[in-house]
């Protein structure tokens, strides 16, 4: 689903997903919408600097972004919070963080980065989907033999 992960020393990684990036300029600068039940969002907008330590920025296929990898997750590098804005949505009724976040000079070049996933990385991701797919219906066939046999053998 994408969002932050953090515990109680702060947030140390952010997985941007579906429509989780805002706006970029390049894939070394972007603003991050914060979903409302994200309460790790917190961490990420700490009021002293010693709280906001650099991130680990994930960014999955099913970001809607020119950045986003062709197939699965790809680890981006670490980027810190330069700031964020804080509103109110009339329509939705909710709090809305957009949080901006810079990627480190001294990480590997994004160049570099954006080559991934390579060719065979993707048929890799290809047949791993594939195979997931064809368990989740083994899975699901099974169970609606059980449903004919009555609730006794739902619940096992």
């Known amino acids: 689903m994408g969002g932050v992960t953090a515990d109680k020393q702060g947030a140390y990684a952010l997985l941007l997903a579906y429509d989780d990036e805002l706006s970029s300029t390049s894939a070394e600068k972007f603003t991050y919408r914060s979903h409302a039940t994200d309460k790790a969002r917190y961490r990420l907008t700490s009021a002293t600097r010693d709280g906001r330590q650099p991130i680990r920025v994930l960014r999955g296929h099913n970001l809607r972004s020119f950045w986003s990898p062709r197939a699965g997750v790809r680890y981006d590098g670490l980027y810190r919070v330069v700031g964020w804005a804080i509103r109110f949505d009339r329509k939705s009724k909710e709090t809305i963080y957009d949080i ?34 064809q368990e989740k219906d083994i899975f699901t066939h099974s169970d609606s033999h059980l449903s004919m046999l009555g609730p006794a053998f739902e619940s096992r």
């Open 100 to 133: 901006q976040f810079e990627r480190l000079p001294t990480e590997t070049p994004m160049e570099i980065v954006l080559r991934r996933p390579l060719t065979d990385e993707v048929e890799d991701y290809k047949a791993y989907v594939k195979m997931r797919h």
